[in-house]
């Protein structure tokens, strides 16, 4: 299984980017796909997901509103949108794949990172402001 996270770059405040998260070796449609990042000198955070099953997504409260997670037509690859970016949301990236759970309190388990199996490299994302 190999995850490939790009589409990081530099941007102004204010700017948008659109990460994306192509799979191998496995088929996104079956499982939950995840965004975290990991600012410099902060821990990893979680940001969003969708849910292949039913194509539910849930947003970190910082980012809602602004951030967009989505399939894409090939639904082997997951999107990130991401608009009016601040400085507050540079850091690394990351795509990560998991099960669904099918359980009540869904966002509780698919937010937690120990969730996921498999990980991307990252891609970097650099908001100047």
């Known amino acids: 299984v190999q995850l490939q996270a790009s589409g990081g770059g530099l941007v102004q405040s204010g700017g948008s980017l659109r990460l994306s998260c192509a799979a191998s070796g496995l088929r996104l449609d079956l499982h939950t796909v995840a965004w975290f990042r990991q600012a410099p000198g902060k821990e990893r955070e979680w940001v969003a997901c969708?849910?292949?099953?039913?194509?539910?997504?849930y947003y970190e409260t910082s980012v809602q509103g602004r951030f967009t997670i989505y399939s894409g037509n090939d639904k082997n690859t997951i999107y990130l949108q991401m608009n009016f970016l601040g400085p507050d949301d540079t850091a690394i990236y990351y795509c990560?794949?998991?099960?669904?759970?099918?359980?009540?309190?869904?966002?509780?388990?698919?937010?937690?990172?120990?969730?996921?199996?498999?990980w991307g490299q990252g891609t970097q994302v650099t908001v100047s402001s």
């Open positions: 969708f849910v292949s099953s039913d194509a539910t997504t």
């Open positions: 990560a794949v998991g099960s669904i759970h099918r359980g009540a309190n869904q966002k509780v388990y698919v937010s937690d990172s120990g969730w996921y199996d498999y």
